[in-house]
């Protein structure tokens, strides 16, 4: 009765939630909707498979439902583009989702047919769940309601590398087969890691949403998952470890889940209160000359490097500070899927832990866990690369730490079973990438030891936290297990009456409990990767002072997430079940300063999109709304090709540097053109020349005086159209406008308010 009770408040909930949505989302709320019911559905048909991996959770990972849902919907409709089965349309899209279903459905009648209890009981044990699937539901619902909201006062996709991100979307929305041609490098296809992009213009199609309104929704939809998933996480984690301890307590888990969600979405790095509050404090306190200094909320991504300035400049960037710039990126996007990695690996040693050593080999590598950990590795080298590697080690350690446990340190038996699951995970996963990385080019080039270093002070201000409270933490651990259950004459060789080797490391292994070893795993591996840029560095075009901040930047992103899931965990597990008042007091000491990285959100916040308890300010999520205020003649050609010209034909527009207001055609219709943006061109085709070549292509298309060399040009470069407005003015002062008009008739004609012509010049043929 108490279950149904709460399944009835949550619907309620949800109700009021959707009818407030109406109001705060205005003309996008049936875009909204439309998105929701689709990661919905994706997430119902996905849940025979979740609820088999899950089992053991308490909400049989209903919340994972929609990031593996999407991820392998969207991986078949992209496969069968690749192979060229299928095209990339709306229709073939549905198809892809019923296949997903109806496999799905052939697993629940396998699931059945192999159960001796039958499907009642499998959809009895799921109705069990249903609380809390619905509560998990709502939690996703707001929260994604309030992220859409705060983004609709500032939706434009514009600025930093949002025109590249949108380009993705609007480009391959006009392919037809995978890999999708390069808007910005016509006649080639793209050299990047487009998957996350990919999904996004997947659930475009598939949701009947206009790409303008898709583009942000799918990355207010990651920020919600962003925060729901750790929840999901963290809460089974503690739950387990209350079981396993026979201690009671209701309302553990959801606050754990919570500061766990808050950790990974919403919090900043220590860098927020240090120079906002403690270095304004230390001045007054000390009688200084007050600061010069005005806290922008970038400054806690562009530390190291910058204050004070020196020539090793790097990138420390986390999710909150993503989620409100806007960027849909492959790091973004990835965040998904690098949480629902972490949430199987605990749901796989839970599980291992349990039934013990009565698996067969073959077991330990068809075990459908394994399997769906080696989909996502492999489908990271697709979505973004630096993924791969860093999750094939966590899930490496995670396994290898179980199989010690499991295998009761016996050598051998631990070495060759992590050592085949090693292989396999690889072989899967290149198998999943296999026909992507077949028209891939490698980006980076050679891993290089590290000559500059973070100064230790800087190092303290941004993970000195995380460090202090994981390595606290396992000390915490090691000294009760020593103190209080620690007993060396136990452990011995069974039946042989010899002391082990490393008695306490196995004890220690031992007596952890899969929560605890779980926690401290994350912990170490996200620590490492704090370290590792301190070694070594990925060397690619980025070279001088910037040289190592890629590396910096994705290593300690995801190390961010790690140490997210593990503060949410150890602190109120501390609190709570520590022990001592000395560790309730290390507890509240964290949980403080942790509360005051979480203002780094408010002021983020408010100093990018206003002041969002304004409803005036709403502009709705249109990312294209700002070309009509900035660029409006332009986007009236624009609007032309949008609703004139199919396919992919090229449209000639001037090039320009990254980040810039260039590619702007490209960007907004999708099509390719002779080149877009230099540095990230030279990026991705790992050649520079190439790239100055191309420069000095277009600029003799605009500036020529030989008509028979501008014909010949744009023959050879396939051009069906070329544009010309004030950006290609600035650009080429000696552009021959006479000539241009004398290569094809002008489709299109716009008068400025300046008085000067943007027109679009149609090629003869």
Same mark, same amino acid.
């Given at each position: 009765?108490?279950?149904?009770?709460?399944?009835?408040? @949550?619907?309620?909930?949800?109700?009021?939630?959707?009818?407030?949505?109406?109001?705060?989302?205005?003309?996008?709320?049936?875009?909204?909707?439309?998105?929701?019911?689709?990661?919905?559905?994706?997430?119902?048909?996905?849940?025979?498979?979740?609820?088999?991996?899950?089992?053991?959770?308490?909400?049989?990972?209903?919340?994972?439902?929609?990031?593996?849902?999407?991820?392998?919907?969207?991986?078949?409709?992209?496969?069968?583009?690749?192979?060229?089965?299928?095209?990339?349309?709306?229709?073939?899209?549905?198809?892809?989702?019923?296949?997903?279903? =109806?496999?799905?459905?052939?697993?629940?009648?396998?699931?059945?047919?192999?159960?001796?209890?039958?499907?009642?009981?499998?959809?009895?044990?799921?109705?069990?769940?249903?609380?809390?699937?619905?509560?998990?539901?709502?939690?996703?619902?707001?929260?994604?309601?309030?992220?859409?909201?705060?983004?609709?006062?500032?939706?434009?996709?514009?600025?930093?590398?949002?025109?590249?991100?949108?380009?993705?979307?609007?480009?391959?929305?006009?392919?037809?087969?995978?890999?999708?041609?390069?808007?910005?490098?016509?006649?080639?296809?793209?050299?990047?890691?487009?998957?996350?992009?990919?999904?996004?213009?997947?659930?475009?199609?598939?949701?009947?949403?206009?790409?303008?309104?898709?583009?942000? =929704?799918?990355?207010?939809?990651?920020?919600?998952?962003?925060?729901?998933?750790? @929840?999901?996480?963290?809460?089974?984690?503690?739950?387990?470890?209350?079981?396993?301890?026979?201690?009671?307590?209701?309302?553990?888990?959801?606050?754990?889940?919570?500061?766990?969600?808050?950790?990974?979405?919403?919090?900043?790095?220590?860098?927020?209160?240090?120079?906002?509050?403690?270095?304004?404090?230390?001045?007054?306190?000390?009688?200084?000359?007050?600061?010069?200094?005005?806290?922008?909320?970038?400054?806690?991504?562009?530390?190291?490097?910058?204050?004070?300035?020196?020539?090793?400049?790097?990138?420390?960037?986390?999710?909150?500070?993503?989620?409100?710039?806007?960027?849909?990126?492959?790091?973004?996007?990835?965040?998904?899927?690098? =949480?629902? /990695?972490?949430?199987?690996?605990?749901?796989?040693?839970?599980?291992?832990?349990?039934?013990?050593?009565? @698996?067969?080999?073959?077991?330990?590598?068809?075990?459908?866990?394994?399997?769906?950990?080696?989909?996502?590795?492999?489908?990271?080298?697709?979505?973004?690369?630096?993924?791969?590697?860093?999750?094939?080690?966590?899930?490496?350690?995670?396994?290898?730490?179980?199989?010690?446990?499991?295998?009761?340190?016996?050598?051998?038996?631990?070495?060759?079973?992590?050592?085949?699951?090693?292989?396999?995970?690889?072989?899967?996963?290149?198998? /999943?990438?296999?026909?992507?990385?077949?028209?891939?080019?490698?980006?980076?080039?050679?891993?290089?030891?590290?000559?500059?270093?973070?100064?230790?002070?800087?190092?303290?201000?941004?993970?000195?936290?995380?460090?202090?409270?994981?390595?606290?933490?396992?000390?915490?651990?090691?000294?009760?297990?020593?103190?209080?259950?620690?007993?060396?004459?136990?452990?011995?060789?069974?039946?042989?009456?010899?002391?082990?080797?490393?008695?306490?490391?196995?004890?220690?292994?031992?007596?952890?409990?899969?929560?605890?070893?779980?926690?401290?795993?994350?912990?170490?591996?996200?620590?490492?990767?704090?370290?590792?840029?301190?070694?070594?560095?990925?060397?690619?075009?980025?070279?001088?002072?910037?040289?190592?901040?890629?590396?910096?930047?994705?290593?300690?992103?995801?190390?961010?997430?790690?140490?997210?899931?593990?503060?949410?965990?150890?602190?109120?597990?501390?609190?709570?079940?520590?022990?001592?008042?000395?560790?309730?007091?290390?507890?509240?000491?964290?949980?403080?300063?942790?509360?005051?990285?979480?203002?780094?959100?408010?002021?983020?916040?408010?100093?990018?999109?206003?002041?969002?308890?304004?409803?005036?300010?709403?502009?709705? =999520?249109?990312?294209?709304?700002?070309?009509?205020?900035?660029?409006?003649?332009?986007?009236?050609?624009?609007?032309?090709?949008?609703?004139?010209?199919?396919?992919?034909?090229?449209?000639?527009?001037?090039?320009?540097?990254?980040?810039?207001?260039?590619?702007?055609?490209?960007?907004?219709?999708?099509?390719?053109?002779?080149?877009?943006?230099?540095?990230?061109?030279?990026?991705?085709?790992?050649?520079?020349?190439?790239?100055?070549?191309?420069?000095?292509?277009?600029?003799?298309?605009?500036?020529?005086?030989?008509?028979?060399?501008?014909?010949?040009?744009?023959?050879?470069?396939?051009?069906?159209?070329?544009?010309?407005?004030?950006?290609?003015?600035?650009?080429?002062?000696?552009?021959?406008?006479?000539?241009?008009?004398?290569?094809?008739?002008?489709?299109?004609?716009?008068?400025?308010?300046?008085?000067?012509?943007?027109?679009?010049?149609?090629?003869?043929?």
């Amino acid at each position: 009765m108490k279950r149904i009770i709460k399944c009835v408040i @949550y619907l309620l909930l949800m109700a009021g939630a959707l009818i407030a949505g109406k109001f705060m989302l205005q003309e996008d709320y049936l875009s909204f909707i439309k998105w929701w019911l689709t990661i919905l559905y994706l997430g119902i048909i996905f849940m025979p498979l979740t609820t088999w991996i899950f089992a053991g959770f308490h909400d049989k990972g209903y919340l994972f439902s929609k990031a593996i849902g999407l991820a392998a919907g969207g991986y078949l409709m992209w496969l069968m583009a690749s192979l060229h089965l299928m095209k990339f349309n709306t229709l073939n899209c549905m198809i892809s989702v019923t296949i997903c279903l =109806l496999l799905n459905l052939m697993l629940l009648y396998r699931r059945k047919k192999n159960s001796r209890s039958g499907l009642g009981d499998i959809l009895h044990n799921l109705a069990d769940s249903l609380d809390a699937m619905l509560g998990e539901e709502l939690f996703f619902l707001i929260l994604f309601l309030i992220f859409v909201y705060i983004r609709g006062f500032k939706p434009e996709a514009y600025g930093t590398e949002k025109f590249m991100d949108y380009g993705f979307m609007t480009s391959m929305l006009r392919s037809e087969y995978m890999p999708p041609q390069d808007f910005w490098y016509s006649g080639t296809s793209l050299n990047y890691y487009y998957m996350g992009q990919f999904l996004a213009t997947f659930m475009t199609r598939i949701s009947f949403v206009k790409v303008s309104v898709a583009y942000n =929704l799918m990355l207010m939809m990651v920020g919600a998952l962003a925060a729901t998933l750790p @929840y999901s996480i963290v809460y089974n984690v503690i739950l387990q470890y209350i079981k396993d301890t026979g201690k009671k307590s209701r309302l553990l888990p959801p606050a754990c889940g919570i500061l766990a969600g808050i950790a990974v979405c919403i919090a900043g790095n220590m860098h927020y209160p240090t120079y906002k509050w403690f270095e304004p404090l230390v001045r007054r306190f000390f009688g200084m000359e007050k600061g010069t200094y005005k806290y922008w909320f970038p400054d806690a991504t562009r530390f190291i490097g910058y204050h004070p300035e020196t020539n090793d400049k790097t990138i420390h960037e986390f999710p909150c500070y993503s989620f409100v710039l806007g960027d849909l990126h492959a790091h973004v996007v990835n965040i998904m899927f690098v =949480l629902t /990695v972490v949430g199987i690996l605990f749901a796989w040693m839970v599980t291992r832990r349990n039934e013990g050593r009565k @698996y067969t080999l073959a077991r330990e590598l068809l075990n459908p866990s394994i399997i769906l950990i080696s989909f996502f590795i492999g489908f990271f080298r697709m979505s973004n690369y630096w993924d791969f590697p860093i999750y094939y080690v966590v899930s490496g350690a995670v396994i290898l730490f179980t199989n010690l446990v499991v295998y009761n340190f016996r050598g051998k038996a631990i070495l060759t079973v992590t050592a085949l699951q090693g292989i396999f995970v690889m072989g899967i996963s290149v198998i /999943v990438s296999l026909p992507f990385m077949l028209s891939f080019d490698k980006i980076a080039t050679n891993i290089c030891l590290t000559e500059a270093h973070t100064p230790l002070n800087q190092l303290i201000i941004l993970w000195g936290l995380p460090y202090f409270i994981i390595f606290s933490y396992i000390c915490f651990m090691i000294t009760d297990i020593i103190k209080n259950r620690y007993q060396p004459a136990r452990i011995m060789e069974a039946g042989k009456g010899k002391p082990v080797k490393f008695p306490l490391i196995r004890r220690i292994f031992s007596e952890l409990t899969p929560s605890d070893l779980f926690i401290i795993t994350l912990g170490l591996c996200a620590a490492g990767l704090v370290l590792l840029p301190e070694l070594v560095y990925i060397e690619d075009i980025y070279s001088g002072d910037y040289k190592r901040a890629n590396t910096m930047f994705k290593l300690t992103y995801q190390a961010f997430i790690l140490f997210g899931i593990c503060i949410g965990y150890i602190l109120l597990r501390l609190m709570v079940y520590g022990g001592s008042w000395k560790r309730i007091r290390y507890s509240l000491a964290g949980l403080v300063l942790f509360a005051m990285t979480v203002c780094y959100a408010q002021n983020a916040v408010g100093a990018w999109y206003g002041n969002i308890f304004k409803p005036v300010g709403y502009r709705g =999520l249109d990312a294209t709304v700002f070309m009509y205020e900035k660029m409006p003649e332009d986007m009236a050609a624009i609007d032309w090709l949008n609703a004139n010209v199919s396919g992919m034909p090229v449209v000639l527009e001037a090039n320009g540097n990254s980040y810039t207001d260039y590619q702007r055609v490209s960007v907004m219709t999708g099509l390719p053109t002779i080149l877009g943006w230099r540095t990230h061109e030279w990026l991705w085709k790992s050649d520079e020349e190439k790239v100055k070549f191309r420069e000095a292509i277009v600029e003799k298309i605009y500036c020529s005086t030989d008509e028979d060399e501008v014909r010949s040009l744009l023959k050879e470069y396939d051009v069906s159209y070329i544009f010309v407005g004030n950006l290609e003015r600035e650009k080429f002062p000696f552009i021959n406008e006479d000539l241009i008009k004398r290569l094809g008739r002008k489709v299109y004609s716009g008068i400025g308010t300046d008085g000067k012509e943007t027109y679009i010049i149609e090629l003869d043929k």
